[in-house]
């Protein structure tokens, strides 16, 4: 049958497909170690899943309204109160089947044929592609590894034409671990009001983040700011909930409003007895986070350390999220392991197949030099991938 329209150019997500590759090739029974996957190692706490259970045993098993349960939105509005000083009311929240969703459905309802959408680089991969099924044209502006992969004023006025509508934000940020300070907040949000911009504020990340920074949105710049800007979190990262699927979007109540209605008309409401779960995870103790992010603080401590002893290989200290992005362009136009290696695909292919260690391309990231490793898995896990990563390196002709 014929694919058409939209349908026909959306690529598969880069990180799930090698993530499953990887999973194929366990299955298998091949020692493959696996630092491709954006999903913590850990199980989600106990006391979120017995609030799900207690959830379902008491019959919350029926359709919720489509933008989600007012229990749960009013679990978001404390949430955004107390870890961002945000007010919002429940008629400014929609909630949806993850943050992935969440994007998704804003572009869908936010983006005109050909509307302009600038998206930094190194970017999520995601972003490109959702706003091309919505008709939206991505903007790439480049960000430095000197600057932390922070965008600066200048690049982003230099990108502006009057069919741009939206800047996508991504702090922390993956691919890179880049954390957005407040200055730096403050000096993007001045070109968005001068030029009407709305941001979309991608914060997954908020709770991963290291060395007593703290986070920031762009939303608390400014009354104006928080106006023009639509928050976006989730439970995914930060309670280890990444199958739960729960995402949600704070801002302007008629957006808002319209994502309800493509939900209801889509998708429907996400899942009833996990909204549940969704309101244990922000009302209780946060003791579980902190307890999570101190273990990957660890491990990226442990990861940087090795990436920079290995020949050719750059790698900045992320200040968030878990993952690692270090530069291996200078292994390019190389032999390694027996194969010839032009660019970032080469590069993970051929240590897929010669090490058995899967690690993900920097270029649908928008950074070819770079390849992207997760350290959201066990400590002797990254020492296993790591030893593996140096002799693949030593092979180099
Ligand atoms: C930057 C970013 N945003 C959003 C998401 C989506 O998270 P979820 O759909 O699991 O809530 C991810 C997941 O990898 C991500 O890395």
Sequence with gaps: MELRGRAASITDSPTLAITAKAKAMQAAGEDVVSLSAGEPDFDTPDFIKQATIDALQSGETKYSPASGLPVLKNAIVRKLKRDNGLSYDTKQIAISSGAKHTLYNLFQVLLGE????????????????????????????????????VLRPDALREKLTDRTRFLVLN?????????????????????????????????????????GRTHHSIAEVSPEMKELTLVVNGHSKAYSMTGWRLGYVAGNADVVA???????????????????????????????????????DKRRMYIVDRLN???????????????????????????????????????????LKQQKVAIVPGEPFGADPHVRLSYATSMAVIEKGLDRIASFLASAE
């Design 114 to 149: 050909g509307d302009e959408v600038i998206v930094p680089a190194p970017y999520w991969v995601s972003y490109p592609e959702q706003i091309g099924c919505a008709g939206g044209k991505t903007v790439v502006v480049n960000t430095s590894e000197a600057d932390g992969f």
């Design 171 to 211: 702090s922390p940020s993956n691919p890179t671990g880049g954390v957005y300070e407040k200055s730096d907040l403050e000096a993007v949000a001045e070109v968005c009001l001068e030029n009407n911009i709305g941001v979309i504020s991608d914060e997954i990340y908020e709770h991963l983040i290291y060395g």
């Design 258 to 296: 319209a994502v309800g209605r493509l939900q209801s008309q889509s998708t429907s409401n996400p899942v009833t007895f996990v909204q549940y779960g969704g309101v244990a995870a922000l009302d209780k103790d946060q003791q579980c986070v902190l307890e999570m992010r101190a273990e990957f």
């Design 309 to 351: 002893s290995l020949p050719g290989v750059t790698c900045a200290t992320p200040l968030g999220a878990f993952y690692v992005f270090p530069n291996v362009g200078s292994h390019y136009g190389k032999t390694l392991g027996g194969a010839k290696v032009k660019d970032s695909f080469d590069f993970c292919d051929a240590l």
